[in-house]
């Protein structure tokens, strides 16, 4: 059978060598655990490698629940943001009101507040903040996917390999690394319109150069212009358009047979000109002004820039393996919020986030097929951080500032977090195995936050220093009766660092110093199959999720700070189904019952025992089909469609009024469906797709702010309305 080495990565327009060519693989399923070659008529395995422990495996062989995003997947979704993929995860969901400012949301793990509970990679390098004090859990990244093998996500705690913050789970965005093979090259282009909007396009190129036999060079680039769709009477029309720009150049080497290093660069810059906020009225969830307008007196633009810097060397022993990763990155953001309904009288916030940190992770593991695999770590991190905060008073005819400097607030803080682990495969018999592993971290933490401003009669300094340590552990036995299919039970325990809050020596006793660590330990037993040719894939999982010591952020009189409350669970199924009837057409399901609820009162957040958890749908799924066929010699002709579901949740905890009184109930969300679809032919070296997202042009609320309007409205953020576009792409 001819070898075909060539498929165009979904999203990317880009090349992956030794895999099969346009046209000649059914769509994967978003979360399948294996694809079907039918290229020239016959079928064969195109196994999914995955990385999620830390050494590259068959992903029905890992002992836990992981959902693969594949390449074409996003090539067919033509995703352009988290939000176009993610939340077709089983129990995956994105809270987000504007470009940049997103939160990851698995298996209902949140409580709102500013520390993030899903981890978060790309290749190796750990991104964002470990900290709560730099809002690491509303920052998470929202990175075109273009040039990406794949995205692994893997639900529950995974304290054991990647640590902090992976209380919920880790999203791992995994590039393609260069290939010294051929040259490759690839570019993209594509318009969409907005109903209630305007028109946006893309642009996105591709290359991989070999530099010998032993060398390549990997450069991608891309330009997105993202159309809006709000109005606002004071504003303007369209005032939440934006642009997304950024690149990534990877290099790789292999300077002798057992010496491999890869060192890349990636940068993205993302310009929101305001959010997707609707005014809504604050009982019935309706409009006030338009179905997608809102008013406000400062427009509210967003600009956040990454910039990821990685030098990864791997080194072959022969019995062992050693790896080591070193890692440095920046986060700048500068954003507006019009804080009017909060202050009372016509104001803006300005906001600023800097962040530095760098990472250094050392592995040591074992090859060959021993009885027992291991995997030996040391891991270091330090970060610096500077939050910062400027009200300004505004005259509500302009826009523009009367009162410059009405409060400043600056928030420095640095982290530092020493971890070792471990972690081993035993081979206790041919069809039995048990995993397990430890890991054991420290931290130091010291804040500082300066405060002044007009309206203040002098300004103060204060700071507060903290450290914490904790012991995570894994332990995973499965039972594999065939090479197809895969039982197993988990108990996985996570983490999120505690950390200093900044307080004046006269403030109240009751008002805490710092804030302690929290933990989960998640209960998992799940089911991974599929036949012997692939024409059916299921997996299913059962899971049962203790959150104790949960962060809050919370008001105390006049001081906001980070606390620790009592406890909450999540418990669930979740499963995915795929069936390949023959090589022409792909079915896939998957779909989540997540019951995430408090065990006891959190009254400083304003929650109680049995309130559900933030932006958590109990009913989650999506359902889809695939279909390609030859439409002559030359021309393959694709198709695909798409629906999901989105049960309804409830919104953000409200903490208690000033007077002490309690606030506003949480807000149920309505659920609500989405139906996507694509089709397009592939003649040669170019592809011509159309493609529909929210065909029906359904409204469904993801996010309530904190800050309503100056009338009492609230802004809520609704799904995009519908959106068609065309896209053309070349290769060569």
């Given at each position: 059978?001819?070898?075909?080495?060539?498929?165009?990565?979904?999203?990317?327009?880009?090349?992956?060598?030794?895999?099969?060519?346009?046209?000649?693989?059914?769509?994967?399923?978003?979360?399948?655990?294996?694809?079907?070659?039918?290229?020239?008529?016959?079928?064969?395995?195109?196994?999914?490698?995955?990385?999620?422990?830390?050494?590259?495996?068959?992903?029905?062989?890992?002992?836990?629940?992981?959902?693969?995003?594949?390449?074409?997947?996003?090539?067919?979704?033509?995703?352009?943001?988290?939000?176009?993929?993610?939340?077709?995860?089983?129990?995956?969901?994105?809270?987000?009101?504007?470009?940049?400012?997103?939160?990851?949301?698995?298996?209902?793990?949140?409580?709102?507040?500013?520390?993030?509970?899903?981890?978060?990679?790309?290749?190796?390098?750990?991104?964002?903040?470990?900290?709560?004090?730099?809002?690491?859990?509303?920052?998470?990244?929202?990175?075109?996917?273009?040039?990406?093998?794949?995205?692994?996500?893997?639900?529950?705690?995974q304290g054991t390999l990647y640590g902090a913050n992976s209380l919920g789970g880790l999203v791992k965005f995994v590039t393609v690394t260069p290939n010294p093979g051929a040259f490759d090259a690839a570019g993209e282009i594509s318009i969409e319109n907005v109903a209630h909007g305007e028109t946006g396009y893309l642009g996105r190129l591709a290359a991989n150069v070999p530099l010998g036999s032993d060398a390549a060079v990997r450069?991608?680039?891309?330009?997105?212009?993202?159309?809006?769709?709000?109005?606002?009477?004071?504003?303007?029309?369209?005032?939440?358009?934006?642009?997304?720009?950024?690149?990534?150049?990877?290099?790789?080497?292999?300077?002798?047979?057992?010496?491999?290093?890869?060192?890349?660069?990636?940068?993205?810059?993302?310009?929101?000109?305001?959010?997707?906020?609707?005014?809504?009225?604050?009982?019935?969830?309706?409009?006030?002004?338009?179905?997608?307008?809102?008013?406000?007196?400062?427009?509210?633009?967003?600009?956040?820039?990454?910039?990821?810097?990685?030098?990864?060397?791997?080194?072959?022993?022969?019995?062992?393996?050693?790896?080591?990763?070193?890692?440095?990155?920046?986060?700048?953001?500068?954003?507006?919020?019009?804080?009017?309904?909060?202050?009372?009288?016509?104001?803006?916030?300005?906001?600023?986030?800097?962040?530095?940190?760098?990472?250094?992770?050392?592995?040591?593991?074992?090859?060959?097929?021993?009885?027992?695999?291991?995997?030996?770590?040391?891991?270091?991190?330090?970060?610096?951080?500077?939050?910062?905060?400027?009200?300004?008073?505004?005259?509500?005819?302009?826009?523009?500032?009367?009162?410059?400097?009405?409060?400043?607030?600056?928030?420095?803080?640095?982290?530092?977090?020493?971890?070792?682990?471990?972690?081993?495969?035993?081979?206790?018999?041919?069809?039995?195995?048990?995993?397990?592993?430890?890991?054991?971290?420290?931290?130091?933490?010291?804040?500082?936050?300066?405060?002044?401003?007009?309206?203040?009669?002098?300004?103060?300094?204060?700071?507060?220093?903290?450290?914490?340590?904790?012991?995570?552990?894994?332990?995973?036995?499965?039972?594999?009766?065939?090479?197809?299919?895969?039982?197993?039970?988990?108990?996985?325990?996570?983490?999120?660092?505690?950390?200093?809050?900044?307080?004046?020596?006269?403030?109240?006793?009751?008002?805490?110093?710092?804030?302690?660590?929290?933990?989960?330990?998640?209960?998992?037993?799940?089911?991974?199959?599929?036949?012997?040719?692939?024409?059916?894939?299921?997996?299913?999982?059962?899971?049962?999720?203790n959150w104790k010591d949960i962060q809050l952020l919370v008001q105390l009189g006049q001081f906001g700070v980070n606390t620790n409350g009592d406890g909450a669970r999540s418990k669930g199924v979740e499963f995915t189904l795929g069936l390949n009837p023959n090589r022409f057409l792909s079915l896939y399901a998957n779909g989540s019952y997540v019951d995430a609820y408090l065990t006891d009162d959190a009254v400083l957040a304003g929650?109680?025992?049995?309130?559900?958890?933030?932006?958590?749908?109990?009913?989650?799924?999506?359902?889809?089909?695939?279909?390609?066929?030859?439409?002559?010699?030359?021309?393959?002709?694709?198709?695909?469609?798409?629906?999901?579901?989105?049960?309804?949740?409830?919104?953000?905890?409200?903490?208690?009024?000033?007077?002490?009184?309690?606030?506003?109930?949480?807000?149920?969300?309505?659920?609500?469906?989405?139906?996507?679809?694509?089709?397009?032919?592939?003649?040669?070296?170019?592809?011509?797709?159309?493609?529909?997202?929210?065909?029906?042009?359904?409204?469904?609320?993801?996010?309530?702010?904190?800050?309503?309007?100056?009338?009492?409205?609230?802004?809520?953020?609704?799904?995009?309305?519908?959106?068609?576009?065309?896209?053309?792409?070349?290769?060569?």
């Amino acid at each position: 059978m001819k070898q075909h080495v060539a498929l165009w990565l979904a999203g990317t327009g880009a090349l992956a060598l030794a895999s099969p060519a346009w046209g000649q693989v059914p769509a994967t399923p978003p979360t399948g655990s294996s694809e079907v070659d039918a290229a020239n008529g016959d079928t064969a395995t195109q196994e999914i490698i995955v990385t999620a422990q830390k050494r590259s495996e068959r992903l029905i062989d890992v002992p836990q629940s992981v959902s693969v995003v594949s390449a074409e997947t996003l090539q067919n979704q033509h995703a352009q943001r988290l939000s176009d993929y993610l939340t077709r995860i089983p129990s995956a969901n994105i809270v987000e009101s504007q470009p940049g400012s997103s939160r990851i949301v698995l298996r209902g793990i949140n409580t709102g507040g500013v520390g993030a509970t899903v981890a978060t990679y790309i290749d190796e390098t750990p991104f964002g903040s470990a900290t709560a004090l730099a809002n690491g859990g509303v920052l998470a990244p929202d990175l075109d996917p273009f040039d990406l093998e794949r995205v692994e996500v893997l639900r529950g705690p995974q304290g054991t390999l990647y640590g902090a913050n992976s209380l919920g789970g880790l999203v791992k965005f995994v590039t393609v690394t260069p290939n010294p093979g051929a040259f490759d090259a690839a570019g993209e282009i594509s318009i969409e319109n907005v109903a209630h909007g305007e028109t946006g396009y893309l642009g996105r190129l591709a290359a991989n150069v070999p530099l010998g036999s032993d060398a390549a060079v990997r450069a991608t680039g891309f330009y997105r212009s993202d159309p809006g769709y709000i109005d606002d009477p004071l504003q303007g029309s369209d005032v939440n358009d934006g642009k997304t720009y950024g690149g990534r150049i990877s290099f790789m080497a292999r300077p002798a047979p057992a010496l491999r290093i890869r060192a890349s660069a990636l940068m993205q810059n993302i310009r929101s000109n305001g959010t997707n906020g609707v005014d809504v009225d604050p009982v019935t969830l309706k409009p006030t002004i338009g179905k997608y307008d809102h008013e406000r007196f400062v427009r509210e633009p967003n600009d956040i820039d990454y910039r990821l810097y990685n030098a990864t060397v791997d080194y072959d022993f022969g019995p062992v393996s050693l790896v080591s990763a070193t890692s440095y990155g920046t986060l700048k953001q500068a954003g507006v919020i019009d804080g009017s309904g909060a202050l009372g009288a016509p104001a803006g916030l300005d906001q600023g986030m800097r962040q530095k940190r760098f990472t250094q992770e050392v592995r040591l593991a074992s090859n060959g097929p021993d009885a027992i695999e291991w995997t030996l770590g040391g891991f270091y991190t330090r970060e610096k951080n500077l939050l910062s905060q400027n009200v300004f008073l505004v005259d509500p005819l302009t826009g523009d500032s009367v009162l410059d400097g009405a409060l400043v607030v600056a928030l420095p803080s640095r982290y530092r977090e020493y971890a070792g682990f471990a972690n081993a495969t035993w081979h206790i018999a041919p069809k039995f195995d048990l995993t397990a592993g430890g890991r054991y971290s420290h931290n130091r933490q010291s804040s500082e936050q300066d405060t002044s401003g007009l309206l203040l009669p002098a300004a103060t300094h204060v700071s507060g220093k903290s450290s914490d340590s904790v012991f995570t552990y894994s332990i995973a036995p499965q039972y594999k009766p065939n090479r197809n299919t895969t039982v197993y039970a988990r108990v996985a325990k996570g983490y999120r660092p505690g950390g200093p809050n900044a307080l004046s020596p006269d403030a109240p006793d009751a008002v805490p110093r710092q804030f302690g660590p929290d933990t989960t330990i998640n209960y998992e037993v799940g089911l991974k199959t599929q036949t012997a040719d692939r024409l059916l894939s299921l997996e299913l999982t059962a899971f049962l999720t203790n959150w104790k010591d949960i962060q809050l952020l919370v008001q105390l009189g006049q001081f906001g700070v980070n606390t620790n409350g009592d406890g909450a669970r999540s418990k669930g199924v979740e499963f995915t189904l795929g069936l390949n009837p023959n090589r022409f057409l792909s079915l896939y399901a998957n779909g989540s019952y997540v019951d995430a609820y408090l065990t006891d009162d959190a009254v400083l957040a304003g929650g109680l025992k049995g309130d559900q958890l933030p932006y958590s749908p109990k009913w989650q799924g999506t359902i889809g089909a695939e279909y390609e066929h030859p439409l002559s010699g030359s021309v393959n002709g694709r198709a695909g469609i798409s629906w999901h579901y989105t049960g309804s949740r409830f919104s953000d905890f409200n903490p208690p009024l000033p007077s002490g009184a309690p606030g506003p109930l949480q807000h149920k969300l309505d659920s609500f469906s989405q139906i996507d679809a694509h089709a397009g032919v592939e003649m040669g070296r170019f592809r011509i797709d159309a493609f529909v997202r929210n065909l029906t042009g359904a409204r469904g609320i993801v996010n309530i702010g904190p800050f309503g309007a100056f009338n009492g409205d609230l802004p809520a953020a609704f799904i995009m309305p519908r959106t068609f576009g065309l896209s053309l792409g070349a290769r060569y």
